[in-house]
Nanobody
Framework: QVQLVESGGGLVQPGGSLRLSCAAS????????TGWFRQAPGKEREGVSC????????YYADSVKGRFTISTDNAENTMFLEMNSLKPEDTGVYYC?????????????????WGQGTQVTVSS
C-alpha cells in the first residue's frame, strides 16, 4: 500500500523555521520524482519545491528561493522540506507528493500520490 505521511507543521512566528518530513511506505522514494506543494486559503495548490529523479536537480518557486531546502534520505525513505525565514504568506497546508517521471516541472498534474497534508501557520 502506497502511503505518504507528513509531519512537522505548526504555528511559528515570522522569521522562524520549520522542518517538514514525509515518510514513504509501500514503495521506494528514489524511484520517483518528489515534491512539496502548498495550498493557501482560497488559492490553488502550488508547487513549492521538487527534485527530479534523473539527476537530482531541484526546483524552487521564486517565492521560497534562498529560504527553503528540499532533500531526501533514501535510507530512511523520507523526504524533507527545511523552511527558514518564514513569512506570513508561507501559511497554508503543505503536501508531499511523488511523480512517476524522470524530470519534473513541479506541476501538480505530474504527481500521482499525495500525503494528507500538514498545516503551517506563520503568525505573530
Amino acid at each position: 500500500q502506497v502511503q505518504l505521511v507528513e509531519s512537522g507543521g505548526g504555528l511559528v512566528q515570522p522569521g522562524g523555521s520549520l522542518r517538514l518530513s514525509c515518510a514513504a511506505s509501500g514503495f521506494t522514494l528514489d524511484d520517483y520524482a518528489t515534491g512539496w506543494f502548498r495550498q493557501a486559503p482560497g488559492k490553488e495548490r502550488e508547487g513549492v519545491s521538487c527534485i527530479s529523479r534523473s539527476d537530482g536537480s531541484t526546483y524552487y518557486a521564486d517565492s521560497v528561493k534562498g529560504r527553503f531546502t528540499i532533500s531526501t534520505d533514501n535510507a530512511e525513505n523520507t523526504m524533507f522540506l527545511e523552511m527558514n525565514s518564514l513569512k506570513p504568506e508561507d501559511t497554508g497546508v503543505y503536501y508531499c507528493a511523488v511523480a512517476p517521471v524522470i524530470q519534473t516541472m513541479c506541476a501538480r498534474w505530474e504527481y500521482d500520490y499525495w500525503g494528507q497534508g500538514t498545516q503551517v501557520t506563520v503568525s505573530s
